[in-house]
């Protein structure tokens, strides 16, 4: 594709119930330019053949790319070798965005020579008759306007942001493979290199909640990668220079995963011997890579710092049997 804008990197494995509903909304973009590369991740189903209709229909508006199946973040990082445009956004292929979606994006970071854009989604699911759920109209990151923001509250999930392909080549950030929670990486490790930010306070994303997904059983193997995560984007920062200028910043980022994120799926895993095993864990390598994390000055007012200051060794089995309780009252979406 010539004079490309945006590109958008769509890994696809196994999707063929969804995939026509997400590449119907890239191809109708009101942006002309947009280039969309495609990553099929070894897919057993249909999704290959949807696939080649589409790039069929629209020849100049896809690139694409086949691989054995090897996980989305091998996936997105070969596709990032192969975008062209000036920005470049995510989408998973089971989820969809509003056709405006990236024309509001390019142009906010245009008029505001932004290095990344951030916008919000809308929560769906589908019922036994295929009919839409509309789970949580507006999830959003608390918003950011400068670099530091971007490590409070943030929502880690690519297909909500765009970058300028200068800024990805110039960190050199990717997805670390093999594990789950790779967006997690891949987001933090970009923060430093972005200096100009762009927020729009909207919804232009539909994400689809589904029972079959990757992380939609919590088992302990899966839930233990978050530490090979964070240990990826600690030595990054220290590799690149940038361990010192925001250590507390990163502190509270990882401490705040680690305690509610993570915590709350390993209170999903159903064997307690686990559960128990993964609350220690978490412990030790909060001590070992934050010990003085409660004289940070970010975790202050309010439950949430509270419960974060306060988990240790005595508190632990309290929380995590309130979050449990919490768990089993909510209805789990993916």
Not at 63 to 87: D, I, P
Not at 277 to 294: G, M, Q, W
Request: proline share 3%.
């Amino acid at each position: 594709m010539v004079d490309s804008k945006v590109s958008v990197i769509v890994p696809v494995y196994n999707t063929e119930k969804y995939l026509r509903k997400c590449l119907d909304s890239l191809v109708n973009q009101t942006l002309d330019g947009v280039e969309i590369v495609i990553v099929n991740d070894g897919s057993k189903d249909s999704s290959p053949q949807i696939i080649t209709e589409y790039m069929k229909e629209y020849p100049d508006r896809f690139v694409y790319a086949s691989q054995e199946n090897s996980g989305q973040a091998v996936a997105r990082n070969k596709a990032l070798k192969m975008c062209t445009g000036e920005y470049i956004g995510f989408l998973d292929s089971d989820d969809f965005v509003r056709t405006d979606m990236f024309e509001r994006m390019y142009n906010a970071a245009v008029n505001e020579d932004a290095d990344y854009v951030a916008c919000g989604y809308t929560d769906i699911t589908y019922d036994e008759a295929g009919n839409e759920i509309e789970l949580e109209h507006y999830v959003h990151s608390k918003l950011a306007y400068k670099t530091k923001d971007m490590f409070f509250g943030a929502l880690a999930s690519p297909f909500l942001h765009l970058y300028k392909k200068e800024v990805l080549t110039e960190s050199g950030a990717d997805f670390p493979e093999g594990v789950v929670y790779e967006d997690t990486a891949f987001y933090l490790n970009i923060i430093p290199y972005i200096k100009k930010l762009a927020v729009i306070d909207e919804p232009l994303a539909f994400r689809v909640r589904r029972s079959n997904s990757t992380m939609s059983t919590f088992k302990a193997a899966k839930v233990r990668q978050i530490f090979r995560v964070l240990d990826y984007s600690i030595d990054y920062y220290k590799k690149k220079g940038f361990y010192k200028e925001y250590k507390k910043e990163l502190e509270y980022f990882c401490v705040r995963v680690l305690l509610c994120s993570s915590m709350q799926r390993i209170c999903k895993v159903e064997n307690s011997k686990e559960r128990k095993a993964l609350r220690n864990e978490t412990l030790e390598y909060l001590n070992r890579n934050f010990p003085d994390r409660k004289s940070n000055g970010y975790f202050k007012g309010g439950f949430q710092h509270l419960y974060m200051k306060t988990f240790n060794k005595v508190t632990a089995p309290f929380y995590a049997w309130l979050l449990r309780i919490k768990g089993r009252r909510e209805r789990e979406y993916i």
